[in-house]
């Protein structure tokens, strides 16, 4: 069973689109996160959840938002989509917030902006 | 200035050789991981330390709290074990804090 699973793999699309990337963990685990890896492979944290609640908001454009449903759940809502957004996603969870734990990763969702 | 320094950024290495890729930090932590980026692009966590010495298999981890450095030890590596390795580390606030990125080649 795959732990952290993030759809789609691949994304293309246009400028200026609004696009979704979507992301579910089935280990139970209480805090989720996105990162942003440029084409220079330097990940970098967007935002991380915990219990639905908000608890990292990287200075990241509010054309990105993340939308947890429930805490198996954080989507990524990318609106307005810029050639800058190219980059690969990853979503990751991990037991608790304090960082004191591993984190999981998904694939990762490779999105180009044409 | 990165918060997380890593080297080197690439390593050739041939098989069986032990190798060591090295991790310094800035900022007081409470946590540093490491993490193995497979060619194919997946991310998996090998180890979360904040003393001491881990040891998985043929990976070892050390990290000294006061100098505030970590390395990563590969002991008879294999050609399986190319891979970008990055170290990662939380500060006592609320943020993930990542290095470049070690690219390592095992040459059969």
């Known amino acids: 069973d795959t732990a952290v699973s993030q759809t789609p793999k691949y994304l293309v699309t246009q400028m200026g689109n609004d696009k979704s990337i979507k992301c579910e963990q089935n280990?139970?685990?209480?805090?989720m996160y996105w990162y942003k890896q440029d084409s220079k492979k330097f990940l970098k944290i967007m935002f991380s959840?915990?219990?639905?609640?908000?608890?990292i908001n990287e200075t990241v454009p509010n054309r990105f938002s993340p939308k947890s449903p429930d805490k198996a759940h954080l989507n990524l809502h990318i609106n307005s989509l810029e050639l800058g957004d190219s980059a690969v996603y990853f979503c990751a969870s991990s037991q608790d917030v304090t960082g004191g734990q591993p984190q999981h990763f998904g694939d990762g969702t490779r999105l180009s902006i044409l | 200035k990165n918060e997380v320094e890593q080297s080197p950024q690439n390593l050739t290495a041939q098989e069986g050789e032990f190798i060591t890729i090295n991790c310094s930090y800035s900022?007081?932590?409470?946590?540093l991981h490491w993490l193995q980026q497979h060619p194919g692009g997946g991310i998996v966590s090998l180890f979360m330390l904040s003393s001491g010495k881990k040891k998985h298999g043929r990976l070892i981890a050390t990290i000294n709290i006061q100098e505030k450095h970590s390395s990563l030890h590969i002991t008879a590596s294999h050609p399986r074990d190319s891979a970008v390795y990055i170290c990662a580390v939380r500060p006592t606030g609320n943020q993930f804090y990542f290095g470049t990125g070690t690219s390592l080649t095992v040459i059969p």
């Open positions: 959840y915990n219990n639905k609640e908000l608890i």
């Open positions: 900022v007081g932590i409470s946590a």
């Open positions: 280990l139970g685990h209480d805090t």
